[in-house]
């Protein structure tokens, strides 16, 4: 990955990239240790506190037949590299992950539209890390550390990354179905 840009703060992964779609290349990877605005899907808002891993990926598949897979990639990423940490993790479709039945992991795609064309995918992705507590979210939530899991943030992120480009190239040629 050569294109890496991090933020102490930020007010979202996604929205840095999808500002900066144009002038970024395919595979910049955007890092932070806090977001101030979060989110998920139907604009809910992602609690992003220090302690999380929070990262949003920018690509520019040359195939567009298969957009919607890469945010199974990257959910099928997550739960590979989180169950060598714990095992009892799955992914809730589409965009969740669970451990212990609590949610652990958000993702959020975006499409960045230009001219009326798709010009790129924003995958952001929030995992819950070393938080101690979970605030009051609407549903049962946890965080590695909760779980009696202490991960190194930037360890698991490197882990997350090999998955989904290893297997980023098939998904972009033949769908999600190519990896199963």
């Given at each position: ?86 095992p009892r993790t799955y992914l809730k479709w589409p965009n969740d992950v669970l451990a212990d039945g609590k949610k652990l992991c958000g993702i ?40 009696g899991i202490e991960a190194d943030p930037q360890a698991l992120l490197q882990d997350i990354l090999n998955y989904f480009w290893q297997d980023y ?12």
């Open positions: 990955m050569s294109n890496v840009i991090h933020f102490e703060e930020i007010d979202s992964t996604n929205n840095y990239l999808k500002a900066n779609c144009a002038s970024l290349p395919h595979g910049t990877l955007v890092t932070a240790r806090r977001q101030t605005a979060g989110r998920g899907r139907f604009n809910r808002k992602w609690i992003s506190e220090e302690g999380g891993l929070y990262f949003s990926v920018l690509i520019k598949p040359q195939h567009t037949d298969f957009w919607p897979n890469f945010t199974q990639l990257m959910g099928l990423s997550l739960c590979r590299a989180i169950e060598k940490l714990f959020l795609s975006e499409g960045v539209l230009s001219g009326g064309r798709l010009e790129g995918m924003v995958i952001g992705t929030g995992v819950n890390v070393g938080q101690k507590t979970m605030p009051n979210v609407g549903q049962p939530a946890t965080s590695l550390y909760m779980l190239p098939a998904v972009e040629e033949r769908g999600f179905a190519a990896i199963c």
